[in-house]
Nanobody, 118 residues
Framework: QVQLVESGGGLVQAGGSLRLSCAASGRTFSGYAMGWFRQARGKEREFVASINWSGDRIGYANSVKGRFIISRDNAKNTVYLQMNSLKPEDTAIYYC???????????WGQGTQVTVSS
């Protein structure tokens, strides 16, 4: 049973920073990409960032490029999202995801709320 557990969300003022963490357990994650998605109230879930196993292939949504940084610690089965210069439009539930054997985002965490006040 794969489990992804996010932490680090909260309330922050615009311009502030937060660091999200996602710890994975339940199977080996060797070779698989991990990522972050978010869903704002009334909107569809959207891609935020992804990182491959070795960390040399990283992708960001245009809306967060230059402000967010994704990283991972494979020894700890953990992926991080450093969020800087936060804006009210970054307010959403942030979800961690793991690619499965089919190459799709098969596994999801329960989400962590990030609220940015203006």
């Amino acid at each position: 049973q794969v489990q992804l557990v996010e932490s680090g969300g909260g309330l922050v003022q615009a311009g502030g920073s937060l660091r999200l963490s996602c710890a994975a357990s339940g199977r080996t994650f060797s070779g698989y990409a991990m990522g972050w998605f978010r869903q704002a109230r009334g909107k569809e879930r959207e891609f935020v960032a992804s990182i491959n196993w070795s960390g040399d292939r990283i992708g960001y949504a245009n809306s967060v490029k230059g402000r967010f940084i994704i990283s991972r610690d494979n020894a700890k089965n953990t992926v991080y999202l450093q969020m800087n210069s936060l804006k009210p439009e970054d307010t959403a539930i942030y979800y961690c995801a793991l690619v499965g054997s089919r190459g799709t985002w098969d596994y999801w965490g329960q989400g962590t709320q990030v609220t940015v006040s203006s």
